[in-house]
Nanobody, 115 residues
Framework: VQLQASGGGLVQAGGSLRLSCAASVSFNGFIAVTWYRQAPGKERELVAHLPSDGSAVYADFVKGRFTVSGDNAKNTVDLQMNNLKPEDTADYYC??????????WGKGTLVTVSS
Protein backbone atom coordinates (compact mmCIF):
# COMPACT_ATOMS: atom_id res chain seq x y z
CA VAL A 1 0.00 0.00 0.00
CA GLN A 2 1.32 3.39 -0.97
CA LEU A 3 0.01 6.78 0.04
CA GLN A 4 0.95 10.07 -1.54
CA ALA A 5 -0.01 13.57 -0.54
CA SER A 6 -0.14 16.31 -3.15
CA GLY A 7 -1.39 19.83 -3.65
CA GLY A 8 1.04 21.77 -1.53
CA GLY A 9 2.67 25.01 -2.58
CA LEU A 10 3.27 28.62 -1.74
CA VAL A 11 0.30 30.77 -0.82
CA GLN A 12 -0.20 34.12 0.82
CA ALA A 13 -1.78 34.41 4.23
CA GLY A 14 -5.55 34.28 3.91
CA GLY A 15 -5.36 32.08 0.84
CA SER A 16 -6.51 28.52 0.26
CA LEU A 17 -5.05 25.21 -0.82
CA ARG A 18 -6.57 21.79 -1.35
CA LEU A 19 -4.42 18.80 -0.51
CA SER A 20 -5.14 15.29 -1.71
CA CYS A 21 -4.10 11.96 -0.27
CA ALA A 22 -4.09 9.22 -2.89
CA ALA A 23 -3.72 5.51 -2.21
CA SER A 24 -2.64 2.57 -4.32
CA VAL A 25 -5.67 0.66 -3.03
CA SER A 26 -9.26 1.66 -2.34
CA PHE A 27 -9.73 3.81 0.72
CA ASN A 28 -12.80 1.72 1.47
CA GLY A 29 -10.44 -0.83 3.00
CA PHE A 30 -9.30 1.58 5.69
CA ILE A 31 -11.12 2.44 8.91
CA ALA A 32 -9.57 5.90 9.19
CA VAL A 33 -7.41 8.39 7.36
CA THR A 34 -5.54 11.09 9.22
CA TRP A 35 -3.76 14.21 8.05
CA TYR A 36 -0.69 15.30 9.99
CA ARG A 37 1.78 18.10 9.63
CA GLN A 38 5.28 18.76 10.81
CA ALA A 39 7.00 22.10 10.72
CA PRO A 40 10.80 22.36 10.81
CA GLY A 41 12.07 21.86 14.33
CA LYS A 42 8.63 21.01 15.67
CA GLU A 43 6.77 17.90 16.69
CA ARG A 44 4.32 16.19 14.37
CA GLU A 45 0.75 17.40 14.85
CA LEU A 46 -2.55 15.78 14.04
CA VAL A 47 -4.50 18.08 11.76
CA ALA A 48 -7.65 16.18 10.83
CA HIS A 49 -8.93 12.67 11.34
CA LEU A 50 -11.56 11.05 9.15
CA PRO A 51 -12.94 7.70 10.32
CA SER A 52 -14.96 5.51 7.96
CA ASP A 53 -18.23 6.72 9.52
CA GLY A 54 -17.45 10.22 8.32
CA SER A 55 -17.31 11.83 11.77
CA ALA A 56 -14.31 14.06 11.17
CA VAL A 57 -12.25 15.41 14.03
CA TYR A 58 -10.03 18.48 13.80
CA ALA A 59 -7.22 19.98 15.77
CA ASP A 60 -8.31 23.15 17.54
CA PHE A 61 -5.88 25.25 15.54
CA VAL A 62 -7.63 24.39 12.23
CA LYS A 63 -11.26 24.22 13.30
CA GLY A 64 -13.42 26.37 11.09
CA ARG A 65 -10.66 26.72 8.49
CA PHE A 66 -9.87 23.18 7.30
CA THR A 67 -12.24 20.49 6.05
CA VAL A 68 -11.38 16.85 5.43
CA SER A 69 -13.47 14.76 3.05
CA GLY A 70 -13.33 11.61 1.01
CA ASP A 71 -13.77 11.54 -2.77
CA ASN A 72 -14.79 8.05 -3.84
CA ALA A 73 -14.64 8.88 -7.53
CA LYS A 74 -11.00 9.93 -7.31
CA ASN A 75 -10.14 7.57 -4.44
CA THR A 76 -8.63 10.41 -2.45
CA VAL A 77 -9.05 11.95 0.97
CA ASP A 78 -8.80 15.69 0.58
CA LEU A 79 -7.94 18.45 2.99
CA GLN A 80 -9.42 21.82 2.05
CA MET A 81 -7.46 24.55 3.80
CA ASN A 82 -8.90 28.06 3.91
CA ASN A 83 -7.74 31.25 5.57
CA LEU A 84 -4.21 29.94 5.78
CA LYS A 85 -1.82 31.49 8.27
CA PRO A 86 1.98 31.61 8.27
CA GLU A 87 1.97 29.21 11.22
CA ASP A 88 0.31 26.63 8.96
CA THR A 89 3.60 26.30 7.09
CA ALA A 90 4.65 22.66 7.34
CA ASP A 91 5.07 19.38 5.56
CA TYR A 92 1.61 17.79 5.37
CA TYR A 93 1.16 14.07 5.00
CA CYS A 94 -1.50 11.44 5.38
CA UNK A 95 -1.78 8.16 7.19
CA UNK A 96 -4.32 5.38 6.82
CA UNK A 97 -5.21 2.62 9.22
CA UNK A 98 -6.79 -0.69 8.23
CA UNK A 99 -9.03 -2.93 10.32
CA UNK A 100 -6.03 -4.97 11.48
CA UNK A 101 -4.49 -1.93 13.11
CA UNK A 102 -1.81 -1.52 10.48
CA UNK A 103 -0.84 2.06 9.70
CA UNK A 104 0.39 3.21 6.33
CA TRP A 105 2.24 6.47 5.86
CA GLY A 106 2.80 8.50 2.77
CA LYS A 107 5.30 11.11 1.73
CA GLY A 108 4.29 14.65 2.44
CA THR A 109 3.58 17.77 0.49
CA LEU A 110 5.04 21.08 1.56
CA VAL A 111 2.76 24.00 2.35
CA THR A 112 4.35 27.42 2.71
CA VAL A 113 2.24 30.39 3.78
CA SER A 114 3.79 33.81 3.38
CA SER A 115 2.80 36.76 5.52
Amino acid sequence: VQLQASGGGLVQAGGSLRLSCAASVSFNGFIAVTWYRQAPGKERELVAHLPSDGSAVYADFVKGRFTVSGDNAKNTVDLQMNNLKPEDTADYYCSARNSYGVFYWGKGTLVTVSS
